[in-house]
T-cell receptor, first 113, second 114 residues
Framework: KQEVTQIPAALSVPEGENLVLNCSFTDSAIYNLQWFRQDPGKGLTSLLLIQSSQREQTSGRLNASLDKSSGRSTLYIAASQPGDSATYLCAVGRVGSARQLTFGSGTQLTVLP | NAGVMQNPRHLVRRRGQEARLRCSPMKGHSHVYWYRQLPEEGLKFMVYLQKENIIDESGMPKERFSAEFPKEGPSILRIQQVVRGDSAAYFC????????????FGPGTRLTVL
């Protein structure tokens, strides 16, 4: 059974700082990994999707990496802004049940102005 | 290009009533997923549907819950005889066919059972 863990559960940083969010998963037979952000009371916004054959993906100030062998992914946010404050979720699609995403419990990020 | 649409956004039901949650996928998407987020818990997969077919319902409670995605119209998640423990946010997502499988989520329906 796939388990996804995100550390830390909460993070508070001053504006302008670069930061890294961590995601680990127990079963390395993954199909893909997706990072989302969730604002309070809202739905999920897809940030980045990494296929199992890829090592990283970039979008603007965001960079996500994937190391299947160690069961880890990181989301790097450069030059953080108060608008980045949200909960960041990591989700894994597993081989054999790729369409069923398994979510971590998220990292709640606060960027202080 | 409208995203995934869900309605209602908020739904209040009394114990024993039925709840119907609707989801219209993004244009061009033929795969729909339902997830549930219980208070203070993470999102959990419930069911995956394609048009007129349930593909994977391994996360769906065996009783009182059902889902459909008819040939015409939105996908429906139906909860019969609701109980307080059904209070949660229910999210729908949609995607195109493999191999990309990037899932796009709707704003959710927040169900409160009194």
């Amino acid at each position: 059974k796939q388990e996804v863990t995100q550390i830390p559960a909460a993070l508070s940083v001053p504006e302008g700082e670069n930061l890294v969010l961590n995601c680990s998963f127990t079963d390395s037979a993954i199909y893909n990994l997706q990072w989302f952000r969730q604002d309070p009371g809202k739905g999920l916004t897809s940030l980045l999707l990494i296929q199992s054959s890829q090592r990283e993906q970039t979008s603007g100030r965001l960079n996500a990496s994937l190391d299947k062998s160690s069961g880890r992914s990181t989301l790097y946010i450069a030059a953080s802004q108060p608008g980045d404050s949200a909960t960041y979720l990591c989700a894994v699609g597993r081989v054999g049940s790729a369409r069923q995403l398994t979510f971590g419990s998220g990292t709640q990020l606060t960027v202080l102005p | 290009n409208a995203g995934v649409m869900q309605n209602p956004r908020h739904l209040v039901r009394r114990r024993g009533q039925e709840a119907r949650l609707r989801c219209s996928p993004m244009k061009g998407h033929s795969h729909v997923y339902w997830y549930r987020q219980l208070p203070e818990e993470g999102l959990k997969f419930m069911v995956y549907l394609q048009k007129e077919n349930i593909i994977d319902e391994s996360g769906m409670p065996k009783e009182r819950f059902s889902a459909e995605f008819p040939k015409e119209g939105p996908s429906i998640l139906r909860i019969q005889q609701v109980v307080r423990g059904d209070s949660a946010a229910y999210f729908c997502a949609s995607s195109e066919a493999v191999p990309l499988n990037e899932q796009f989520f709707g704003p959710g329906t927040r169900l409160t059972v009194l």
